[in-house]
């Protein structure tokens, strides 16, 4: 069986946790195993977090060579680039690939992040991703990567944001903007009128499409 690996770029192991919840519908089709940085940031959440990671992220995929991919669970791809370039096994970042399932599904696609930083820094990664065509608009919840994991009213946040994005910018898909979200993925969809994304589960299935 393929085996991959999935990173949380920041030491907080409630999000790694909320992440293995997130992937345990692909089990029997890989084994995937998640594992956190813990000399990273406990959430990341600015540029001088992302730059800090990035040689993290790169250290531990040269630290367990034996895996067939590698998923960085961080919305902002930290080291992806950096990993590519490195190394020949497949890697894939979280944004990317949620960005990629969101234009697979027709119309434009709305993102729920933690905060105006966060959305500053993800356009300029969806203009670079030339897919700044295919974005409805993209809205704070004001949380932090710990409350977004942890706190249960960030659930209700997302719902109400994110029918805002469906009914006033015109959203045909949503994407939770942050790993620390992957574990209330099926409550939001529940509540929701179009398809909720989760960038590791996006990831993983971009993974599992490489390995074939």
């Known amino acids: 069986m393929r085996r991959i690996l999935v990173i949380n ?6 999000v790694t946790a909320g992440l293995s ?10 084994a995937i195993e998640c594992c956190t940085l813990h000399d990273g940031p406990f959430g990341i959440e600015t ?17 367990f060579p034996d895996f067939d991919a590698y998923v960085i669970a961080c919305y ?10 490195q190394f020949d096994k497949p890697v894939f970042g979280m944004q990317q690939s949620a960005v990629e399932s969101a234009v697979a599904i027709g119309g434009r696609f709305g993102v729920l992040a933690l905060s105006d930083e966060s959305i500053a820094r993800h356009l300029h990664y969806i203009r670079m991703l030339g ?9 704070p919840l004001d949380v932090t990567v710990d409350e977004a994991a942890n706190d249960p009213a960030t659930l209700d946040k997302v719902v109400v944001a994110g029918r805002r994005l469906v009914e006033e910018f015109g959203a045909s898909s949503l994407i939770l903007g ?8 099926s409550g939001a969809e529940t ?22």
Do not use: W, Y
């Open 9 to 14: 770029p920041n030491s907080n192991e409630s």
């Open 191 to 212: 509540k929701l009128p179009v398809p909720v994304i989760e960038p590791a589960q996006a990831a993983v299935s971009l993974a599992l499409n490489a390995l074939r």
């Open 178 to 185: 942050c790993a620390g979200m992957a574990a209330i993925k």
């Open 76 to 85: 902002s791809d930290p080291g992806l680039a950096e990993c590519r370039r």
């Open 131 to 139: 897919h700044e065509g295919d974005l409805a608009g993209e809205l």
């Open 21 to 30: 919840e997130s992937l345990t519908g692909f089990a029997g089709q890989a």
């Open 47 to 63: 540029d001088d977090d992302i730059a800090r990671v990035i040689p993290l992220v790169v250290e531990k995929i040269e630290t």
